[in-house]
C-alpha cells in the first residue's frame, strides 16, 4: 500500500542512483501572467522520470526474485529505468518494447545491456505479451505504473518539488497510465493539500480523463498521438483510485499545442522534451487550466527522449502553429510579372520566402489562371496576417 513513508523511503534508496533534476523559472513573457517552473526529468540519468520507479522496485526484490531476472513492457522510457536499474544490480532483464516506438528509445534500452522484444501494435500489445514471457520465464514483472513500489518511487519528485518550492500554488503533470500523477499527487497532497494537482492527457489518448469523469476504469478502442509515452489505451487500477481521489482535473491537449510547446522550450528555455515530456507546458501555454493567473505553477517535463525524425517534423508543426511557417496558395493570371509583384509584397512586409510551385489551374478555373503556392517565414500569427490582408488589399485571390 502506498505510503509518504514508503516515498521518503524511495528518495533515500535513490539518492545515489538518480539525479535530483532542477526546477527552473521559464522567463516571464511565455506564458503571461503566470510564474512558470519547470522540473526538468527531461535532464534525468535516461532522459526520463522513469528509473526512479524501476530502480525502487527492482531494489525492493528478494534475491530469489533478482536471480531469475525481471521483464517489462514499454513504449520506450521505462523500458530504459528497467534496463539501467538491473544491469546496475547485475540483473537480467527483457523488454518488450511496441514496434512503432522511437528507433532511439529501442537502441538506447539496448546500449543500457537489456534485451528487447519488439511486438507488433501498442503498449497494451507489449504488455500482453510480458506477461506471457513472465509467465514462462518465472521473472519478476516491473510494471511501468500500476504498482505501489514503482509509484512510490515516481512520488518522489514530489517531494523535491515540495522542498525545493514550498510555496508553489500548482503543479502540472504528464498522465498516461497515471504511475506519475498519482505519486506526485500523493505526495503532495499529503504534505499541503492546498497545492492544486492537475493531470494532462494527449487529446488522441484520454484514458484516464474518461474513467475518472465517469467513475470508472475504460479502456479505449484505440489511441493516435505522437505522445507516445502516454499513449495507454487502459489506466491502471491502483492509480485510478489515486487519481480519483488526489488529483484535482484531468484535461487534454492537442498533438498540435505539444508540437508548439516543444518548439517554445527550446527556443526559449533551450530544453529538448519529448511530446508527452511537453504536454503539461502545453496545457498552460495554451490556457487549458482555469484559474491560473498571478500564481505559481510548475509544469513536470517528463521526458526528454524524442527521436530525432520526429523532432524535425514537430518543430516544422510548431511553426506553423505560432505562425511562423506559413503556407499560401495564390491564384493567379499567367502572366509575366505576377510572381515579382507577389515577391514585392512579401519582401515589403518582412516576410521570407522559403520555397515556391507554380502549377496551371485545373478545369474549374479560367483558362488563363494559374497557382502560386509559397511557403514563407514569419515573425508570429499577427505579421502572416498583415500579409494575407495584404494580398487581399491588392485584389489577390488567396485559396
Known amino acids: ?40 526529468e527531461n535532464l534525468q540519468v535516461t532522459g526520463s522520470f522513469k528509473v526512479r520507479g524501476a530502480y525502487y522496485k527492482i531494489s525492493q526484490l528478494t534475491e530469489e526474485e533478482k536471480s531469475k531476472g525481471v521483464i ?7 523500458a530504459q529505468g528497467v534496463a539501467r536499474a538491473a544491469t546496475k544490480m547485475g540483473i537480467k532483464s527483457l523488454i518488450c518494447i511496441p514496434d512503432a516506438a522511437p528507433i532511439s528509445k529501442i537502441e538506447a534500452t539496448k546500449r543500457l545491456g537489456a534485451e528487447v522484444c519488439l511486438v507488433k501494435g501498442t503498449y497494451d500489445d507489449a504488455y500482453a505479451k510480458a506477461v506471457e514471457l513472465q509467465k514462462e520465464s518465472g521473472a519478476t514483472f516491473i510494471h511501468p505504473f500500476d504498482d505501489d513500489l514503482v509509484i512510490a518511487g515516481q512520488g518522489t519528485i514530489g517531494l523535491e518539488i515540495i522542498n525545493e518550492k514550498p510555496d508553489i500554488d500548482a503543479v502540472i503533470v504528464p498522465v498516461g497510465g497515471g504511475g506519475l500523477v498519482a505519486g506526485v499527487a500523493f505526495a503532495i497532497k499529503s504534505l499541503n493539500p492546498n497545492i492544486k494537482v492537475y493531470g494532462v492527457q494527449a487529446e488522441g489518448a484520454p484514458s484516464m480523463v474518461n474513467s475518472v469523469k465517469h467513475g470508472q476504469i475504460e479502456t479505449l478502442d484505440s489511441v493516435h498521438t505522437f505522445q507516445d509515452g502516454i499513449a495507454v489505451k487502459t489506466p491502471g ?32 528555455q533551450k530544453l529538448v522534451t519529448e511530446g508527452a515530456g511537453a504536454n503539461a507546458f502545453a496545457a498552460v501555454m495554451f490556457n487549458k487550466i482555469p484559474d491560473l493567473e498571478g500564481k505559481k505553477v510548475c ?21 506553423q502553429m505560432s505562425g511562423r511557417l506559413v503556407d499560401l496558395t495564390i491564384e493567379l493570371i499567367d502572366k509575366p510579372g505576377q510572381l515579382q509583384e507577389v515577391s514585392e509584397i512579401i ?10 510551385a507554380h502549377d496551371r489551374a485545373d478545369l474549374s478555373s479560367d483558362i488563363n489562371a494559374c497557382y502560386l503556392r509559397i511557403s514563407m517565414e514569419t515573425r508570429n500569427q499577427s505579421h ?3 500579409i494575407r490582408n495584404a494580398f487581399n488589399e491588392r485584389g489577390y485571390r488567396i485559396i
Open 1 to 40: 500500500m502506498l505510503t509518504l513513508d514508503r516515498i521518503y523511503h524511495a528518495s533515500y534508496v535513490l539518492k545515489n542512483a538518480v539525479r535530483p533534476t532542477d526546477i527552473i523559472k521559464c522567463s516571464d513573457d511565455v506564458v503571461p501572467n503566470v510564474k512558470v517552473y519547470l522540473k526538468t
Open 347 to 356: 519582401a515589403n512586409m518582412g516576410g521570407n520566402v522559403v520555397s515556391v
Open 384 to 386: 502572416a496576417d498583415a
Open 72 to 78: 517489462a513492457c514499454s513504449a520506450g522510457n521505462h
Open 299 to 319: 509544469c513536470l517535463l517528463s521526458g526528454g527522449n524524442i527521436d530525432v525524425t520526429i523532432l524535425s517534423r514537430v518543430i516544422n508543426r510548431g511553426l
Open 237 to 268: 487500477t491502483i492509480t485510478y483510485d489515486i487519481a480519483s481521489r488526489y488529483v484535482d482535473d484531468l484535461i487534454t491537449v492537442t498533438d498540435d499545442e505539444c508540437a508548439a510547446a516543444i518548439l517554445k522550450l527550446i527556443e526559449r
